[in-house]
């Protein structure tokens, strides 16, 4: 059998492991390939790309590798999480390979710390490594190949077989192809074909459109010229670091122990802004080891089964919702009765458990007397702003917004009142899949 895999990233690079594990129970005769203009690890974590690019996954929360999770029946390759094999064999591979970066990963490897970020470009090392490593473990009935180049089409010829055409020209027949593409690469919209076409016309202005940070020609960004940063999500912090750090820049500690910049001259002058105005709020600092996450009460398989099961097989969007929500307000109700800590001033166990039985967890929380500036309140989490946005000095509001944030954020995502309560909604993804799987 031909197995063709189009992309090289962490979910190709997944779904070869298991594809081996699996070929140890049949000798037929198996090739499988992958397909990627960029190196094995993929576009998102290219291990040529400019290190000052950071993951936003805590280095311990990182695996290519299954884990006990998987049925012990399966075979399966077992080995070192992103962070343990940075500490362990990584300096090795580094050193023995030709990576351009190679310096840097090792500076890197040096300061790593499981509850920090480290570059995207290091994670494709590990990904390079951990293919590298699937040839120990290739039964004698299966080859596999990278070959670095783009898949333009995949066609039909009969029912279990494609052919599948490269950018070379080539093609190859495949009786099963694997599309991972990662984020697409998308169009510009009518308004940002405006602004490109508005730059082409006028000297002097630059217009970059959305996409890949690292790709991104922000060289072409003057030095002390203003530059507009549309959006405040994630992409954003890659521009940031890219102009500041990436610049030459670096922090400093004042004697209070508080980071200031120190800049190298070379910044241009960012003015940014997003139609809400502020950006995400902070991740929790990491207390999860692992695969540890939170276990809902709420938000249950076994519940979004029950009210299908009473529902002709259907399940609404308000009753989904309306658990996510109260998975949310218990667990930060959880949180703020151990952030008061030996001031709490009622009995805990109760008034969990009337919570537990509350189809309206803040108005139970009101009637218990919790003061109302730690209601879970999602009109001021979502629009923290509110409806005066023009009243208030924004300066002075976002300086103590970021503070409150940060300072709620600092106490670690599974204890933060707020970071906390948030940070749930990543461990409960199973319950969405399953949802999904079940249609
Ligand atoms: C800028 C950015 C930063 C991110 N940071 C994080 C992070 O810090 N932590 C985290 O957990 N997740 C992060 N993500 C999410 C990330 O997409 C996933 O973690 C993960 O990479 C998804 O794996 P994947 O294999 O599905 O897709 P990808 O990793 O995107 O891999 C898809 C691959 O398919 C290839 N491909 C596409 N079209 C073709 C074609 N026609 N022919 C051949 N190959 C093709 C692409 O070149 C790419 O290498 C980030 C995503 C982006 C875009």
């Known amino acids: 059998m031909n197995i063709v895999l189009v992309g090289a990233g962490p979910r190709n690079l997944s779904l070869l492991e298991r594809l081996l594990a699996h070929a140890q ?5 198996t090739t499988i390939t992958l397909f990627d203009p960029f190196p094995i690890g993929g576009r998102v974590w290219n291990p040529d790309q400019d290190p000052t690019f950071l993951m936003n996954t805590v280095t311990q929360q990182l695996t290519l590798f299954t884990d006990p999770s998987v049925a012990k029946s399966a075979t399966g390759v077992f080995g070192p999480t ?3 094999w940075a500490i362990t064999v990584g300096p090795e591979f580094i050193q023995s390979h030709n990576f351009k970066n190679a310096a840097i990963f090792l500076d890197e490897i040096a300061r790593i710390n499981p509850n920090r970020f480290t570059s995207r470009a290091l994670f494709g090392v590990y990904a390079q490594w951990f293919y590298e490593n699937l040839g120990n473990y290739r039964p004698k009935n299966v080859q596999f190949a990278y070959l670095r180049k783009a898949v333009i089409d995949v066609q039909q010829t009969a029912p279990h077989m494609f052919k599948v055409l490269l950018e070379d020209g080539s093609t190859v027949d495949a009786e099963q192809v694997v599309m991972a593409l990662g984020n697409a690469d998308e169009a ?3 308004e940002e074909q405006g602004f490109a076409d508005f ?3 006028h ?3 630059t217009y970059v459109p959305a996409g890949h940070p690292a790709e991104a020609r922000l060289d072409t960004v003057p ?4 530059v507009i940063l549309r959006g405040l999500g994630l992409n954003f912090f890659d521009y940031i670091a890219k102009l500041t750090v990436g610049r030459g820049g670096h922090f400093a500690r004042d004697r209070a122990g508080e980071l200031y910049y120190v800049p190298s001259g070379k910044e241009p002058k960012m003015i940014a802004g997003s139609r809400k105005g502020l950006p995400m709020h902070a991740r929790g600092l990491n207390q999860k080891k692992d695969a540890e996450s939170h276990r809902p009460i709420f938000f249950t398989a076994g519940n979004i089964d029950r009210f299908a099961r009473e529902n002709n097989g259907k399940v609404t969007y308000d009753f989904f919702f309306n658990l996510i929500e109260k998975e949310m307000n218990y667990k930060h109700y959880q949180n703020v009765i151990s952030d008061f800590g030996l001031t709490w001033p009622f009995n805990a166990a109760e008034f969990l458990e009337a919570l537990r039985h509350s189809a309206n967890l803040n108005a139970t929380a009101r009637e218990w007397g919790v003061p109302d500036e730690y209601i879970m309140n999602w009109d001021r989490i979502l ?5 005066s946005a ?3 000095d924004y300066n002075e509001f976002m300086v103590k917004y970021l503070t409150w944030d940060i300072n709620d954020a600092l106490k670690g995502n599974v204890d933060a009142p707020y970071a906390g309560a948030f940070d749930m909604l990543r461990d409960v993804r199973p319950v969405i899949r399953h949802y999904l799987d079940a249609g």
């Open 390 to 392: 023009e009243a208030v």
């Open 223 to 226: 030095d002390n010229e203003p």
């Open 82 to 84: 992103f962070y343990e």
């Open 25 to 29: 129970r049949t000798d037929e005769e």
């Open 383 to 387: 629009n923290p702003l509110g409806e």
């Open 188 to 190: 510009n919209t009518n």
């Open 199 to 201: 730059t082409a016309q």
């Open 203 to 205: 000297t002097g202005l």
